[in-house]
């Protein structure tokens, strides 16, 4: 098969079809990590620095909606760039803003609940959660191909793999408030 999805070789010439392919990187994938190492390391400056310079509520408030907006924005636009809509924007705009409403406060919820967490009750393990799944997220986000349609990733994300990342935020922030009441004074001794 040749550059162009013609298959040569044979005495017949067949054209490929183009079908939905595996997920892929439309870039470097180095480019693509820095790019996820980039917003998660942003995600946590923002919940670090925010709660020196912000009131808590500002500070979850707009951290939320920025985080919210960046994933969002990085997931159109890597499609525009990249891929195609398998659905159009104008017209379908009924079904897809309240989709990508629901999407937006659904990972804004991600960043709020860490970052409350850290603010409320000092912890930092959410810190290191936020990092992890905003990596995740990002570099999720910036797959193409392989997709039913251009909010299917969003919602494998919302539905399947949020879920699971929630689990290992309660279990570790849940062990590491269980660890500071705990009297690990004298650890041999009951």
């Known amino acids: 098969m040749d550059d162009y999805g013609v298959v040569t070789g044979t005495d017949q010439v067949v054209v490929a079809v183009p079908v939905q392919s595996t997920p892929h990187s439309p870039f470097d994938p180095t480019l693509m990590t820095a790019v996820a190492v980039a917003v998660a390391a942003a995600a946590v400056g923002l919940s ?3 709660r020196r310079v912000s009131t808590r509520r500002r500070l979850l408030v707009g951290g ?3 985080y919210g907006t960046t994933v969002l924005c990085l997931w159109a ?20 803003v309240p989709v990508l409403t629901v999407f937006g406060v659904v990972i804004a919820g991600q960043f709020v609940l860490s970052t409350y967490l850290f603010v409320a ?12 799944v ?16 251009g909010l299917f990733a969003l919602l494998v994300w919302t539905v399947a793999l949020l879920p699971a990342c929630l689990g290992v935020l309660v279990v570790t922030t849940g062990g590491e408030l269980l660890l500071r009441r ?7 001794w009951p």
């Not at 009750?121 to 992890?132: A, D, E, I, S, Y």
């Not at 570099?139 to 997709?147: A, C, I, N, R, T």
């Not at 705990?182 to 041999?188: E, I, R, V």
């Open 48 to 50: 670090v620095g925010g």
């Open 121 to 132: 009750h000092g912890t930092w393990t959410p810190l290191v959660w936020l990092f992890g």
């Open 134 to 149: 905003t990596w995740a997220l990002v570099e999720f986000v910036l797959m193409v191909g392989g997709e039913s349609g």
């Open 64 to 66: 939320g909606a920025a």
């Open 77 to 96: 636009g890597v499609r525009l760039v990249f891929w195609r809509f398998a659905f159009d924007p104008v017209g379908d705009a009924p079904v897809v």
């Open 182 to 188: 705990a009297d690990l004074s004298n650890p041999l």
